[in-house]
């Protein structure tokens, strides 16, 4: 389930990326696929451990171009261990919401992107994510949980002021909105709830086979209620 089009951020065979925050790897998988030397770097030792397994089968499966790097890294996205003006695309997806600094975040993204370079980042949308606080403390109020709801505008000014431009914007995942609100009245936790599980059942449905209904369903409703706020960036030349 990919958030971001790669296709607005010009990645492809040779691009230098990195994927800060990549979790469990699925945006960095796909520039990946299309041939990037990429660099999925979180803090988490687990996930990298197993991004880079991923990245071993892809390449013994010849899914990627022989061309093709990628590798893992374990940091701090306050501190990347990088030089100025490194990559052609950075990425940062779903996770300023989970730090406190995040102003000092969008400025190692802009300090380690190339001038003319490429970047998105993108952040629960801000009415979805308030119903999700309404329902339940234990969605955001935890450990490494959200620190804080973005409006579009905030997160523009914010890094507009880290010297990027905002070229585009986008909002996706709009059936992924209700699924999130009917966890929360539920309980997070409670993944045995009847509505929870059918309501997964058709994600994982949707995901695995992408028919023309839903797709086109999601695409008309992105706009309304799409659950993520997606902000295409440029650094001036």
């Not at 030397?37 to 687990?46: C, G, K, L, T």
């Not at 052609?88 to 919401?97: K, Y």
Request: proline share 5%; net charge negative; aromatic share 8%.
């Amino acid at each position: 389930m990919l958030t971001v089009d790669f296709d607005r951020l010009g990645v492809n065979a040779g691009t230098k990326a990195i994927d800060i925050g990549a979790g469990q790897g699925r945006h960095s998988y796909e520039m990946f696929r299309r041939g990037a030397d990429v660099i999925a770097f979180d803090q988490s030792d687990s996930d990298m451990a197993e991004v880079s397994e991923m990245f071993d089968a892809m390449i013994a499966e010849e899914q990627v171009p022989a061309s093709a790097k990628a590798r893992t890294e374990v940091g701090d996205a306050l501190h990347l261990p990088y030089a100025d003006n490194a990559f052609d695309v950075v990425l940062m997806s779903e996770i300023l919401e989970h730090i406190p600094s995040d102003t000092d975040a969008i400025a190692e993204m802009a300090r380690v992107l190339a001038p003319g370079g490429h970047a998105a980042v993108t952040v629960p949308r801000y009415w979805p994510e308030k119903v999700c606080w309404a329902f339940s403390d234990q969605y955001h109020a935890n450990e490494g949980g959200h620190v804080r709801i973005y409006k579009a505008s905030e997160l523009a000014a914010k890094v507009s002021a880290a010297g990027l431009e905002v070229v585009g914007t986008d909002h996706r995942h709009a059936l992924h909105a209700p699924y999130w609100w009917i966890k929360c009245a539920v309980g997070v936790e409670n993944n045995d709830n009847p509505l929870v599980k059918a309501y997964h059942k058709l994600l994982v449905w949707d995901m695995m086979s992408a028919p023309a209904a839903t797709r086109l369903t999601e695409r008309a409703l992105n706009p309304l209620v799409g659950k993520s706020v997606v902000l295409y960036l440029r650094k001036p030349a």
